[in-house]
C-alpha cells in the first residue's frame, strides 16, 4: 500500500511565525505535490516537484516556498505566516499521469 | 490554463436510486480524468479514472463516461447507499498536472 504521511494533522501557530509542513511518500513516487483545500473552491496546487531539487509553481505559490532534498520528502514552507494561510493542507504523489495519492492532511489555523 | 468545473455543487438522493456529478474541462489536450471521494475527515482516494483514448468505464455500481468532442464527463453512481455520501472530485490531467473541479457534496439519505 502507498503511504503518504504529513508531519502533523492539526497546527496552530501565530501571525507572523515561520511555517513548515513535511510529507513523506514511501513508494519511490518522483511527483510531490503541495494542495489547499478550502470549502467550495476545492483542491488548489500551490507547488509541486518533479524531482528532487526540482520545483515548479502552482496555480497559488505566493506566500509559500517548498523544498525537496530527499525523493521521499517533500516540505511546504510559509515564510511569515498570515491568517488568510488558515486552511486545510494535502499533500499528494504520483509516478508519471496516474492516480495522486494523498496524505491525511494537515489543518493549520493562524492566529 | 485548464478549467475544470463541476456540477451540481451538492446532491441529494434517496437510497437505491442514481446519482449523475457532471464535469467540463477546457483543455483539449488533458487526456486523463480521475475522480476521487473524500469522506468526512479523510484524504481524497481515486474511485475510478478514465484515459482520453476511452469512451465510458465501469467498475461495480460506479461508471464514467467521457466524451472528447463536447469536452465533458461523468460519473453515474447506481444503487447508491448510505456509505456513498462523501465529497466526489474529479480532475482532469495533463502530463504531470491534475486540475481539480470544486467538489460535489453527495448525501444519500436512507
Known amino acids: ?111 | 490554463g485548464e478549467n475544470v468545473e463541476q456540477h451540481p455543487s451538492t446532491l441529494s438522493v434517496q437510497e437505491g436510486d442514481s446519482a449523475v456529478i457532471k464535469c467540463t474541462y477546457s483543455d483539449s489536450a488533458s487526456n486523463y480524468f480521475p475522480w476521487y471521494k473524500q469522506e468526512l475527515g479523510k484524504r481524497p482516494q481515486l474511485i475510478i479514472d478514465i484515459r482520453s483514448n476511452v469512451g465510458e468505464k465501469k467498475d461495480q455500481r460506479i461508471a464514467v463516461t467521457l466524451n472528447k468532442t463536447a469536452k465533458h464527463f461523468s460519473l453515474h453512481i447506481t444503487e447508491t447507499q448510505p456509505e456513498d455520501s462523501a465529497v466526489y472530485f474529479c480532475a482532469a490531467s495533463i502530463s504531470w498536472k491534475s486540475t481539480f473541479g470544486d467538489g460535489t457534496t453527495l448525501t444519500v439519505k436512507p
Open chain 1, 1 to 111: 500500500d502507498v503511504k503518504v504521511t504529513q508531519s502533523s494533522r492539526y497546527l496552530v501557530k501565530r501571525t507572523g511565525e515561520k511555517v513548515f509542513l513535511e510529507c513523506v511518500q514511501d513508494m519511490d513516487h518522483e511527483n510531490m505535490f503541495w494542495y489547499r483545500q478550502d470549502p467550495g473552491l476545492g483542491l488548489r496546487l500551490i507547488y509541486f516537484s518533479y524531482d528532487v531539487k526540482m520545483k515548479e509553481k502552482g496555480d497559488i505559490p505566493e506566500g509559500y516556498s517548498v523544498s525537496r532534498e530527499k525523493k521521499e520528502r517533500f516540505s511546504l514552507i510559509l515564510e511569515s505566516a498570515s491568517t488568510n494561510q488558515t486552511s486545510m493542507y494535502l499533500c499528494a504523489s504520483n509516478t508519471r499521469v496516474h492516480e495522486q495519492y494523498f496524505g491525511p492532511g494537515t489543518r493549520l489555523t493562524v492566529t
